[in-house]
C-alpha cells in the first residue's frame, strides 16, 4: 500500500476523482519546456581594438554586444564583397557574406546597437564610394547624347535613301550605354529586379540588406514574386544569376548574386519563421539571441571616426580586372593556411556527426557549419587586418589563427544560438506558460490549482490573467497533469478548480 494514502478506499478515490475515470499517465516532460541559457558573445575573436570598440558602441547604445558585434560581422562581409574569396582545399571557394539575425523582445536595445553602425558608420563609407560618381554621369550624358545625335542623323539619312531610291544605310555601331547608377552597400529595397540590377551595375562587391524587422521579409518574400524565396536561397552562395524583366526583353546578367543580410525580430516571431517545410533559407542565418542588460547611462562615445576610416580601408579593396573575353572582374582567392586544412576537415567531420543526430532546422543548420566557419575565417582576418590601422598589405592567406577564432565562435556561440532559436522559439506561449505552471505545482505540491488564486496571490511569470492562466492549465490537461473542473464552474459564480493527477507526485524523486 502507498504511504501516501490511508486506504485502498483513498487510492481508488484519488485515482478516479469526481467523474469516475481513471487518470492518465501523466508527461512529465512538460516541466522542461523552457528557454536555455544563451552563450556569451566571444569578443576576443573580434581583436583587441574591435573588441574595444563594439564594447564602447553597446554601452552607448544600452543593449547586449551582439547587437552591435552581429551588425559588425556582417558589414565587414559585404565591405570585403566579391573583391575577396575564401579557398579551401583544391577548389571549395566561399564568398565572404554572412546573414545574421539578431532577436530580442522590443525595447531590448537591437536597433540601438545597430545604429552605431547603420546610422553612424555605413552612411559615410557609402558616400565615399560615390565620390567620382558625378563625373561618371557627366561623362555617360555626353556619350549617351552623341549616340542619340548619330541615330537622329542615320534616321535622317534612312529617309533621304528612300526618296532617292537607294539602299538604306547601317545604323550606328553599338549600343547605347546603361546609364551608370550610384554605388550602394546598403539597401532596403528587396525586390528580385532592384536588387539584381544594383548588383550588376552599382554593386558588383555585393550588398548589404538591411532590415528592421525581419520575420514580415522572410515570410512574405513570395508575395509578389513566386520565385522570390528561391531567389534569396540562391543570394546566399555567390553563383552567376539571370533576372528575365516583364516589360524589357534584355534580362539582368548577375555575375555574382551574393548578398549579406542583417536585421532583427521578436521571439514571438520566430515561431512563423519556421512553418513549412526546410527549405534551406533559415539554415543560412547566423542567429544572436542573448539576454537582456540593465541599461546604464554611457560615460564614453565609441570612436565614430575611427571606425569609418578602418573600415573604409575594406571598402577599398577591388575584384581582380576582366580579362577575359565576358568582360567580368573577378575575386581576388584567399586560401586558407595549410596548418588550418587539417583543423577544418576535423570541424566539418564533427559538424557532420552532430548533423545525423540533429533534426529539424538543427539538421540544415549543422549542414551549413562547414561554409559558415570557412566565411568567418576570411571576415575575421581582414577585420583584424583593417583594425591595425598600418600599412601592412591585404592578406593573402587565411592564418591558422582566424581558423581557429572562427570555429570557437561556430561551435561556441552560434550552434549553441542556433539551438536557443530553432527549438526554444518553436515553443508557443501556453506550453511556456504550462511548463512555468507545473513547475509551481511541482515545488508548491498544491491540492488544486485555483486560476484566480495563481492570478491574486500567487502571481507567476507569463500568468498574469485568467484567459492565459487557464490556458496553460487546459494544456497540463492535456498532459494528463489536471482535470477539467466542473462545468458549473466556468460560468464566474462557482469556483474554478482543476484537480491534479496524484501521480504527478509519485512521479517526483
Given at each position: 500500500?502507498?504511504?501516501?494514502f490511508?486506504?485502498?478506499?483513498d487510492?481508488?478515490?484519488?485515482?478516479?476523482?469526481?467523474?469516475?475515470?481513471?487518470?492518465?499517465?501523466?508527461?512529465?516532460?512538460?516541466?522542461?519546456?523552457?528557454?536555455?541559457?544563451?552563450?556569451?558573445?566571444?569578443?576576443?575573436?573580434?581583436?583587441?581594438?574591435?573588441?574595444?570598440?563594439?564594447?564602447?558602441?553597446?554601452?552607448?547604445?544600452g543593449?547586449?554586444?551582439?547587437?552591435?558585434?552581429?551588425?559588425?560581422?556582417?558589414?565587414?562581409?559585404?565591405?570585403?564583397?566579391?573583391?575577396?574569396w575564401?579557398?579551401?582545399?583544391?577548389?571549395?571557394?566561399?564568398?565572404?557574406?554572412?546573414?545574421?539575425?539578431?532577436?530580442g523582445?522590443?525595447?531590448?536595445?537591437?536597433?540601438?546597437?545597430?545604429?552605431?553602425?547603420?546610422?553612424?558608420?555605413?552612411?559615410?563609407?557609402?558616400?565615399?564610394?560615390?565620390?567620382?560618381?558625378?563625373?561618371?554621369?557627366?561623362?555617360?550624358?555626353?556619350i549617351?547624347?552623341?549616340?542619340?545625335?548619330?541615330?537622329e542623323?542615320?534616321?535622317?539619312?534612312?529617309?533621304?535613301?528612300?526618296?532617292?531610291?537607294?539602299?538604306?544605310?547601317?545604323?550606328?555601331?553599338?549600343?547605347?550605354?546603361?546609364?551608370?547608377?550610384?554605388?550602394?552597400?546598403?539597401?532596403?529595397?528587396?525586390?528580385?529586379?532592384?536588387?539584381?540590377?544594383?548588383?550588376?551595375?552599382?554593386?558588383?562587391?555585393?550588398?548589404?540588406?538591411?532590415?528592421?524587422?525581419?520575420?514580415?521579409?522572410?515570410?512574405?518574400?513570395?508575395?509578389?514574386?513566386?520565385?522570390?524565396?528561391?531567389?534569396w536561397?540562391?543570394?546566399?552562395?555567390?553563383?552567376?544569376?539571370?533576372?528575365?524583366?516583364?516589360?524589357?526583353?534584355?534580362?539582368?546578367?548577375?555575375?555574382?548574386?551574393?548578398?549579406?543580410?542583417?536585421?532583427?525580430?521578436?521571439?514571438?516571431?520566430?515561431?512563423?519563421?519556421?512553418?513549412?517545410?526546410?527549405?534551406?533559407?533559415?539554415a543560412?542565418?547566423?542567429?544572436?539571441?542573448?539576454?537582456?542588460?540593465?541599461?546604464?547611462?554611457?560615460?564614453?562615445?565609441?570612436?565614430?571616426?575611427?571606425?569609418?576610416?578602418?573600415?573604409?580601408?575594406?571598402?577599398?579593396?577591388?575584384?581582380?580586372?576582366?580579362?577575359?573575353?565576358?568582360?567580368?572582374?573577378?575575386?581576388?582567392?584567399?586560401?586558407?593556411a595549410?596548418?588550418?586544412?587539417?583543423?577544418?576537415?576535423?570541424?566539418?567531420?564533427?559538424?557532420?556527426?552532430?548533423?545525423?543526430?540533429?533534426?529539424?532546422?538543427?539538421?540544415?543548420a549543422?549542414?551549413k557549419?562547414?561554409?559558415?566557419?570557412?566565411?568567418?575565417?576570411?571576415?575575421?582576418?581582414?577585420?583584424?587586418?583593417?583594425?591595425?590601422?598600418?600599412?601592412?598589405?591585404?592578406?593573402?592567406?587565411?592564418?591558422?589563427?582566424?581558423?581557429?577564432?572562427?570555429?570557437?565562435?561556430?561551435?561556441?556561440?552560434?550552434?549553441?544560438?542556433?539551438?536557443?532559436?530553432?527549438?526554444?522559439?518553436?515553443?508557443?506561449?501556453?506550453?511556456?506558460?504550462?511548463?512555468t505552471?507545473?513547475?509551481?505545482?511541482?515545488?508548491?505540491?498544491?491540492?488544486?490549482?485555483?486560476?484566480?488564486?495563481?492570478?491574486?496571490?500567487?502571481?507567476?511569470?507569463g500568468?498574469?490573467?485568467?484567459?492565459?492562466?487557464?490556458?496553460?492549465?487546459?494544456?497540463?490537461?492535456?498532459?494528463?497533469?489536471?482535470?477539467?473542473?466542473?462545468?458549473?464552474?466556468?460560468?464566474?459564480?462557482?469556483k474554478?478548480?482543476?484537480?491534479?493527477?496524484?501521480?504527478?507526485?509519485?512521479?517526483?524523486?
Amino acid at each position: 500500500m502507498d504511504s501516501h494514502f490511508e486506504t485502498p478506499a483513498d487510492i481508488v478515490s484519488a485515482a478516479l476523482g469526481e467523474t469516475g475515470h481513471t487518470w492518465p499517465a501523466p508527461d512529465m516532460t512538460m516541466t522542461r519546456v523552457n528557454r536555455r541559457k544563451p552563450p556569451a558573445f566571444p569578443l576576443d575573436v573580434l581583436g583587441l581594438r574591435w573588441r574595444a570598440w563594439v564594447e564602447k558602441a553597446a554601452e552607448a547604445a544600452g543593449c547586449p554586444v551582439d547587437y552591435v558585434a552581429g551588425p559588425l560581422l556582417a558589414s565587414v562581409s559585404a565591405l570585403i564583397g566579391n573583391a575577396r574569396w575564401a579557398l579551401c582545399g583544391a577548389d571549395w571557394k566561399e564568398p565572404p557574406h554572412l546573414w545574421i539575425g539578431v532577436v530580442g523582445d522590443s525595447g531590448c536595445g537591437k536597433s540601438p546597437g545597430a545604429d552605431a553602425l547603420m546610422r553612424d558608420v555605413l552612411p559615410t563609407i557609402e558616400r565615399r564610394m560615390g565620390s567620382d560618381f558625378p563625373d561618371q554621369q557627366r561623362d555617360w550624358k555626353a556619350i549617351n547624347e552623341a549616340f542619340e545625335a548619330a541615330t537622329e542623323r542615320w534616321k535622317a539619312d534612312v529617309k533621304e535613301a528612300g526618296k532617292k531610291g537607294n539602299p538604306p544605310p547601317l545604323p550606328p555601331a553599338g549600343q547605347p550605354p546603361a546609364e551608370p547608377q550610384a554605388p550602394r552597400l546598403r539597401q532596403n529595397d528587396v525586390t528580385i529586379e532592384k536588387v539584381a540590377s544594383l548588383l550588376a551595375v552599382a554593386a558588383p562587391k555585393g550588398l548589404l540588406i538591411v532590415r528592421d524587422e525581419l520575420a514580415g521579409w522572410l515570410v512574405g518574400m513570395n508575395q509578389y514574386n513566386e520565385a522570390g524565396r528561391q531567389f534569396w536561397i540562391e543570394a546566399y552562395g555567390g553563383r552567376p544569376y539571370r533576372v528575365e524583366r516583364q516589360k524589357n526583353p534584355q534580362p539582368i546578367d548577375v555575375p555574382h548574386l551574393v548578398i549579406a543580410v542583417t536585421g532583427g525580430t521578436q521571439p514571438d516571431k520566430l515561431a512563423d519563421l519556421m512553418k513549412g517545410a526546410d527549405d534551406g533559407l533559415l539554415a543560412r542565418f547566423n542567429w544572436l539571441w542573448p539576454e537582456p542588460v540593465p541599461y546604464r547611462m554611457a560615460k564614453v562615445a565609441p570612436a565614430t571616426d575611427w571606425a569609418i576610416d578602418t573600415l573604409d580601408r575594406l571598402r577599398l579593396l577591388d575584384l581582380m580586372p576582366a580579362n577575359g573575353p565576358d568582360g567580368i572582374a573577378s575575386p581576388v582567392i584567399v586560401p586558407l593556411a595549410d596548418a588550418a586544412c587539417p583543423l577544418m576537415e576535423a570541424f566539418a567531420q564533427d559538424m557532420q556527426t552532430r548533423q545525423i543526430d540533429a533534426a529539424g532546422l538543427m539538421k540544415s543548420a549543422f549542414g551549413k557549419a562547414r561554409g559558415t566557419v570557412l566565411r568567418l575565417s576570411l571576415v575575421l582576418e581582414y577585420l583584424w587586418w583593417c583594425g591595425r590601422g598600418d600599412n601592412t598589405p591585404a592578406p593573402r592567406v587565411i592564418s591558422l589563427e582566424a581558423f581557429k577564432a572562427a570555429a570557437y565562435f561556430v561551435a561556441g556561440c552560434l550552434m549553441p544560438m542556433a539551438e536557443r532559436v530553432y527549438w526554444d522559439a518553436a515553443t508557443s506561449p501556453t506550453e511556456r506558460n504550462a511548463a512555468t505552471l507545473a513547475r509551481w505545482i511541482v515545488k508548491t505540491r498544491p491540492t488544486e490549482v485555483h486560476p484566480r488564486t495563481l492570478q491574486r496571490e500567487v502571481r507567476l511569470a507569463g500568468l498574469s490573467d485568467a484567459p492565459t492562466i487557464r490556458a496553460a492549465a487546459d494544456a497540463l490537461v492535456e498532459g494528463g497533469w489536471l482535470r477539467q473542473p466542473p462545468a458549473g464552474g466556468r460560468d464566474g459564480r462557482a469556483k474554478v478548480a482543476y484537480a491534479i493527477n496524484p501521480a504527478v507526485f509519485e512521479a517526483i524523486p
